[in-house]
């Protein structure tokens, strides 16, 4: 994998970067490939990244006669900084000023098709692909140059966007490339730049996204504003699962404001100039009589309710070796986790125009090519006279309401030719209609020898699906309204090495017994799809609160009884990082004061978290007082340190809301969440006094998602450290203060 | 008609007096700040000052605001010559998506024309009522206390150093 690396050669100072002489043996950088997330098949295997699935170069660079570069990536800006790394990434391994570069972002019509930007995939696919075409591009660049000054490439180098030969003779970019085709195939012979060449990979380099969202600039799909533009609401009942009894459409146009009413099926539609006169409209029409046709939600014990839901048992690993002799001690669990809100702090919008035969929605999707296809088919149109383009929108965590918005936003404009129309959901509809993170249950039982150590260990974890994505028109709200038979794809079970709802069930741990099963759960009385770490938020609460259980039955340290039980040598260093620099093993003094601890290998495929959390539990309230969160993170090789500590700080703040505040409300015919009054987040009272992100830098290594990495540690060491302070294990989340003074 | 006076400026607007002030601020004067999270004013993304003081602009109708002194976050700087709160959120690096920013830089400013020593506690306080879900938390509170002590002051047990 890193064969280049011993290969490496520049020249010190100056910045120039000398070209290599290329063997059948050098590789680009891997890494990524396991798993796709896309779902794309790959045509040219072996490539690294997304280039497996597109390895023609300038489907990722184009390089301008003046010099001007073009980066293309099909992922998309969530407020992840994916943008800036791939900025970092492209200008570093092209050897260009940051002034020449342009990034174009997920975009159907003119970005590669890299599937969905989920699952921490965005490094390992685009990051992998766009770095590995660049330094192809350099390469050609020169290769060319060569060509025409008649001198081996070696000889060669480059800086800053010019090829030179070293001795006064050079040729810009731009001039190069106005008599060079990038239309070729990405090689795997030729090798990224050596690490000591690096001039922004690695380093801090300040978001591109935020200056503009610090001054007002137009940051988000909500702030579009097209020449004609219509403002849109869409009418529906409270909740996913309701629809309005015989509403009066006829009656709705005469509200005042509401200039026009598209309204096919149930789907109804309201369009007007202005806003706030939609608004009120839209609050006039929440009085509407309505009803839930399906079956009634179960309520009542949330693990009877879960385990209910049509249970179909999926083994996910049964390794087995007698070998470690008989358990003299079992220890059995159950811990349950809530249906869970995305809660994008904007609700969802998109903007689509249908002008000269061609539908385009602007949309903050996580997926603008499935999404295509989905509107496509609900249209009833040709999927390249559907573009997508991606804007950025408000943080979703998931998939939340940003494809159905899009549906909206479709079905409005259509109605309207050559007039934009902005579609916002409203608060209640986005807390009503958004797919939730499905409730969990998992149960665990383990088996201590003699010594203490784990001999045994059964997983079984219950959960519906995690994906409910767009991959057809009946998977879209509006598109099921338009009673034209559309209907959602069966639910899917997400495989290993990936996962869904057993997503990270697997412990990382040294096991020689272990079983892992998952009841899949066919009925889903909730709407669901995937929020932030799928089952990974559970299934490592559950690990790592059972380990902190184990080691309390054994009498042992929990870090050491961690490091007991791991072989693996990066996850150790990251506990053992955590450990020390939160000075483990030294008590903070205090009654109902209590530290935690917790690990896990993001999907045993991505980055390695460890964190460590000191807490206090006071008394008459019962609140929880985080007084510091420790994080050690290996992302492998690091391209922008500071978006990964952003990452780290907000994966735990969020897991602590969700941990320990949030639980989606619902009766027999409706969730009743409808507002952040009936669905409290993390508010500033609660955050942690301090937080902490060490980071191991891995030069050369692959890259290792961490956009969803501290989710399931935070959510474990929060409850560990609240068991040490209190002496008393919750098991059920969320760990509200209610809970912990009722228990203590 | 209304006369509204918004960053130094005044604008003769001509809507319904019962509108809220966001709906102006974003749809007629094109300052796009300022954000709609609830229209209930729950999350506080639509935060601005009025006279110094924060409020949320979803709910506070035009028709309350005549002769009052309207400050948006357009209002504290722009991207060339940004403002001591601006500055600090960039420093800090102080968002992942961003939408919750605006209004909390709106508090923060609204907290330092208070006071700029304040105690951690009272910042936490200010801040409380805009909701962030990305978890930017720690970042917007170290760009506050950074502000603090740029404007001369400082929080005055700070739970992290300004680094």
Known sequence: MNAHLSRREMIAGGGLVVLFALGPQATGQGGGVEGQANGEGEVAPGLPGSLGQHPVLDSWIRVAADGQVTVFTGKAELGQGIKTAIVQLAADELDIGL???????????????????????????????????????????????????????????????????????????????????????????????????????????????????????????????????????????????????????????????????????????????????????????????????????????????????????????????????????????????????????????????????????????????????????????????????????????????????????????????????????????????????????????????????????NHQVWSNTHVTRPSRAGDLIAAQELGRGFTPASPRSLPQPEGGGDRNSIPLYALANARVTKHFLQDMPLRVSAIRSLGAHMNVFAIESFMDELALATRSDPVAFRLRHMADMRARTVIERTADRFAWGRRTPGTLRGHGFAFARYKNLGAFCAIAMDVEVLRDSGRVVVHRAVASVDSGDIVNPDGIRNQIEGGILQSISWTGHEAVAYDERSRTSYDWSVYPILRFEDVPLSVEVDLVDRPGQPFLGTGEAAQGPAAAAYANAIAAATGRRLREMPLTDDAIRTRR | MIELEVNGTSHRINVDPATPLLYVLRDDLDLHAAKFGCGLGQCGSCTVLVDDKPVFACITPIAALAGRMITTVEGLGTREAPGIVQQAFAEEQAAQCGYCIPGMMARAEALLRRTTSPSEAEMRAAMRPVLCRCGTHMRILRAVRRAAAMRGGGVTDAAEPVR
């Open chain 1, 99 to 457: 002034d020449r570069l342009t990034l174009v972002t997920a975009d159907t019509h003119s970005s590669p098709d890299e599937g969905l930007t989920a699952g921490s995939h965005s490094m390992e696919d685009s990051g992998t692909a766009v770095a590995n075409a660049a330094a192809n591009v350099r390469h050609l660049l020169a290769e060319q140059t060569a060509r025409l000054w008649d001198v081996p490439v070696a000889s060669l180098s480059t800086r800053n966007g010019q090829v030179t030969d070293g001795n006064g003779r050079t040729l810009d970019y731009g001039a190069i490339a106005a008599n060079l085709s990038l239309h070729v195939p990405a090689r795997l012979d030729i090798p990224r730049k050596p690490i000591g060449a690096r001039r922004l990979i690695g380093k801090h380099l300040p978001r591109i996204d935020i200056p503009a969202k610090l001054t007002g600039g137009t940051a988000y799909v909500h702030d579009m504003k097209l020449p004609g533009m219509l403002h849109a609401r869409v009418v529906r009942g409270p909740a996913e699962g309701t629809q309005l009894i015989d509403p009066d459409v006829a009656a709705m146009a005469g509200l005042p404001g509401v200039d026009r009413v598209v309204s096919e099926g149930r789907f109804i539609a309201l369009l007007g100039r202005r806003e706030w006169p939609l608004v009120q409209a839209l609050r006039i029409l929440g009085q509407l009589e309505w009803e839930r046709p399906g079956e009634p939600i179960p309520t009542g014990d949330r693990a009877a309710v879960v385990k209910g839901l049509s249970p179909r048992v999926e083994p996910i690993l049964d390794r087995q070796d007698e070998s470690g002799g008989e358990a003299v001690r079992w220890v059995a669990a159950r811990y349950t986790r809530p249906w869970l809100m995305h809660g994008a702090i904007g609700p969802s919008c998109a903007v689509a125009l249908l002008e000269d035969g061609i539908m385009t929605i602007w949309t903050h999707s996580q997926g603008v090519n499935p999404l295509r296809g989905a509107i496509a088919e609900m249209l009833g149109m040709p999927p390249e006279r559907v573009r997508c383009v991606h804007v950025e929108g408000s943080g979703c965590y998931g998939h939340n309401g940003a494809d159905d918005v899009a549906a909206d936003a479709a079905l409005a404009a259509r109605a309207v030719p050559g007039r934009p129309v902005r579609m916002l959901w409203s608060r209640e509809q986005e807390h009503g209609w958004e797919p939730l993170g499905p409730a969990q249950v998992v149960e665990l039982r383990g088996g201590l020898d003699a010594v203490g150590r784990i001999i045994a260990w």
